[in-house]
């Protein structure tokens, strides 16, 4: 039996992170540590409640959550209601958590568990404060990262500004320490992500599965298909945090150049833009590996598959929360 990946999957459920946190966690070849949370599409309060809420309903049970960081860095939380609602994660009804986040914050779990583990990937689908909080406060565990993979950034055209992605825009400044670090980083660039997109033939294959998980995905992506459709004119909705952790699990599913990244934190209209020197103009050493293309069939074969695996009876959605 090959040996699993160790993960660590720290995100700002939203709907696309839930998405990522169902794939870590029951892919046959990776091991989910803990799963940490962070402001970002909503507050750290209602990203931690989404996550423990995930987990409620699909009985991942075994897998710790802990809050994070509720503010950036140095700048004011801009979250994205308007994508993901008031709860974060609007549209299907939520099941209370059964199970409450541990007492240590996001930032301490990281680092212990990295300290006292090998070979640790971070996997990240969120703002990257506390990933640059963890490595700031304890830089030797750089020296013990096998690697970051962040959804985040773009190559081009940002959807949050003209320039910049959501998840750097949040917190470039943290976002800047990640891509200096010298840590081995996969950017997982919207360039990726938004081909990973869930067609109608994707939803219903979901829907035909007749299983209470991919149930809930398709409500999900429900909700979050409106708002695409209204915010940005798409057809169907990309799932952008999946794909960092399928990027993980199955490396020729996604083309990767290795370049400089820089992150800008004073721009007026460019604030948050991971600039990407494709061409290495610059003559700076490479400090990513940044993805291209997507075999989108592939990943969703992949994606469909566990989430097909799941337990045939959810728990919790009886109980679920009025929001
Ligand atoms: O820009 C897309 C990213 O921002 C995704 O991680 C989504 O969940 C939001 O956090
Ligand atoms: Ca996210």
Known sequence: MEKKQKIILDCDPGHDDALALLLAARHPSLELLAITTVAGNQTVEKTTRNALSVCTLARI???PVAKGMAQPLVREARYAADIHGESG???????????????????????????????????????????????????????????????????GLGNVTPAAEFNIYFDPEAAAIVFNSGCPITMIPLEVTHQALATPAVMERLRSLGRPVPAFVCQLLDFFGTTYRRVFGFAAPPVHDPCAVAALIEPTLINMHRMYVAVETRGEYTL??????????LGRRANARVGYGLDAARFWELLIETLASYEAVASGVGAAEQK
């Open 61 to 63: 049970r075994e897998v």
């Open 89 to 155: 994660l609007d549209g299907p009804p939520l099941p209370l958590p059964e199970r409450e986040a541990v007492s240590e914050h996001a930032v301490d779990v990281i680092i212990d568990l990295v300290r006292s583990t090998d070979d640790v990937v971070l996997i990240a689908t969120g703002p990257l404060t506390n990933v640059a909080s963890a490595i700031t406060r304890e830089p030797t565990i750089l020296s013990r990262l096998k690697g970051i993979y962040l959804m985040g950034g773009a190559i």
């Open 272 to 281: 948050g833009r991971t600039v990407c020197d494709v061409y290495g103009v």
